[in-house]
């Protein structure tokens, strides 16, 4: 059974960091490549951060871009995302999830198969 589990969102004033980590179990983490999204209330679920087919290259949503790094830990089967000078528009959950090798384009919802439940970040201004 595959599972990814999300960690380390919270309430956390404008300006400061928070980290993002996402344990996967249950898969061959080496076959997938790990994203990042997020959605606030009443909005869609929007692309955050994501790794290549190669895994060498890592992509980024123009909101984020220059404050949010995706990083991963293929010894620990994580992928982290290290978020910098939070706003209060960054406010959302936040999701990671796995695509296949050749499962289609980074910033697609659905060429990911798995998904993790989410974790709330909450930035006050």
């Known amino acids: 059974q595959v599972q990814l589990v999300e960690s380390g969102g919270g309430l956390v004033q404008a300006g400061v960091s928070l980290s993002l980590s996402c344990a996967a179990s249950?898969?061959?983490?080496?076959?997938?490549?790990m994203g990042w999204f997020r959605q606030a209330p009443g909005k869609e679920r929007e692309f955050v951060a994501a790794?290549?087919?190669?895994?060498?290259?890592?992509y980024y949503g123009d909101s984020v871009k220059g404050r949010f790094t995706i990083s991963r830990d293929n010894a620990k089967n994580t992928v982290y995302l290290q978020m910098n000078n939070l706003k209060p528009e960054d406010t959302a959950v936040y999701y990671c999830?796995?695509?296949?090798?050749?499962?289609?384009?980074?910033?697609?919802?659905?060429?990911?198969?798995?998904w993790g439940q989410g974790t709330q970040v909450t930035v006050s201004s």
């Open positions: 999830a796995a695509r296949a090798i050749g499962g289609g384009v980074y910033y697609y919802t659905g060429s990911y198969r798995y």
């Open positions: 249950g898969l061959t983490f080496s076959s997938y490549r």
């Open positions: 790794f290549s087919l190669t895994g060498s290259v890592t």
